[in-house]
């Protein structure tokens, strides 16, 4: 879904006052990863890394270059494989566009990788990501759509933990939670699980549902919302009943 501003809030605000979060370890656990995610993420993680390497050592430094991408993917799938008690990877299908969708203006693709002027995956690497995963038998589903839906009915149906570095799982009721790749240990497979309470505190998610779509979609001008962004980001630590006065200005500007 990709929700403008969200993750700021959330990783930049939220997640930063909230004591005592839930500590996992994925061992012997169900386990759903997001495949376009979970690419994206590590892909990233290996071109960070190779910048800091000479030009001429580096794993990732042009389109081309899979070798050390495919054993950093393979390792670190292969440590799924190996410690959980299952893992399924599910990828977006054909999403359609939405006409709706609100752009951010301070916000780049949070996919983005800027290497030799290069904004997207080398040409092949997910047929790469796709014949590790056949290689190691990891259970692979394809989506219709987009994968989130999916895979949070999977994640419930199997009372299974998500893993992925999308910020638009906190808004979803999950039996077991959400696991953002960015806090997670990929060494170990232990980092703090999230639940939409965790985030919203005394909202349910129908009203985290509300606010996702007020401030996804254009139905309320960037002026008016650029005024409860302004409101948020100005609050050193943005606590639940900061969250609701920001529901509350949502709430006035949809009634005019």
Known sequence: MGIPFFPTLVYDYLIQSINNLKQINLTNQCVII??????????????????????????????????????????????????????????????????????????????????????????????????????????????????????VRMARENDAYIVSCDSDYHLYQLSQGFVSLWYLNLETLTGPSFQLADVFGSIDAKGAALWATIIGNTFV????????IDYSLNKKKINTNNLLIVGDLFSKLCAR
């Open 221 to 228: 001008s960037f002026e008016q919302l650029q005024v409860i």
């Open 34 to 151: 997001d495949g376009n995610s979970f690419i994206h993420f590590i892909y990233n993680r290996i071109v960070k890394e190779d910048k800091r390497r000479q030009r001429s050592q580096r794993l990732a430094g042009t389109p081309f270059g899979y070798d050390g991408c495919w054993k950093t993917f393979h390792e670190i799938l292969s440590l799924f494989q190996k410690k959980c008690s299952s893992v399924i990877v599910v990828f977006d299908g054909i999403i359609k566009s939405n006409p709706w969708q609100r752009s951010d203006p301070r916000r780049s693709n949070l996919y983005s990788v800027d290497i030799e002027d290069q904004e997207q995956l080398p040409t092949l690497l997910r047929h790469e990501f796709f014949d590790i995963l056949y290689e190691l038998d990891i259970r692979t589903v394809v989506a219709r759509g987009e994968a989130d839906p999916v895979i």
